[in-house]
């Protein structure tokens, strides 16, 4: 037990310092908090899998894929209460999953249907591990991990909460708002988009949809979340 603690305060310590630089000593406090305390509740294991960039580029049919980069656990939590979603009613997508961290999180707070769609294999291996697991651990929630492009994937009618964390460049993102509003076209209803470090918000703003929440604190701690309805 002894050791686990002073590895802990080793590990919090080294994470606080660099992140203090650039989001200050009270947003790193929070942010890492609650970074320890969900890794540990749900067990994770869900890395940033940066090295397969070159892959997912190539494969995206329109070569703007970003970096695998995890969410933050706090912004996901902060975005959902703000938008007032009951998840037991709602079905949420991960638009660029990646190791499935958030869509761990989606999967133990109990929505009725959660999936997410990547274009890094290997990301989407450790998804469904992760999902299958937590899946069996919290409420055996229905999941589903595609390999698609975001650019051509028609976002179902049943989906209400969409979340992405800056996956890829703007002409997908272009690409995917256009898929959004064909579905709610198609199936009008109230649709919430949670997107942390928000680079193109502007494109959801220009194509009509309402923001609802905005935070900005530094270091790349930013979420808005837009609603359609």
Sequence with gaps: MFKKVKYFISDFYKRFKVSAHKRGIYHSAILLLYEFYYDRKLKLNTPNLQSNLENTIEESVLKDSHRNTNGFFYLFFKGINKARINPAESNFIDIGCGSGKILAAAISIGFHKVSGIDLDKEGLQNATVACNEISKRFNNSDFE????????????????????FNPFGKKTMIEVIKNIRKSFELSPRRICIIYQNPVFEKLFYDSGFISICRIVWSGNLELNVFELS
């Design 145 to 164: 991990i595609d390999n698609i492009d975001a650019a051509t994937y028609d976002i179902p009618n049943s989906i209400n909460v969409i979340f992405m």
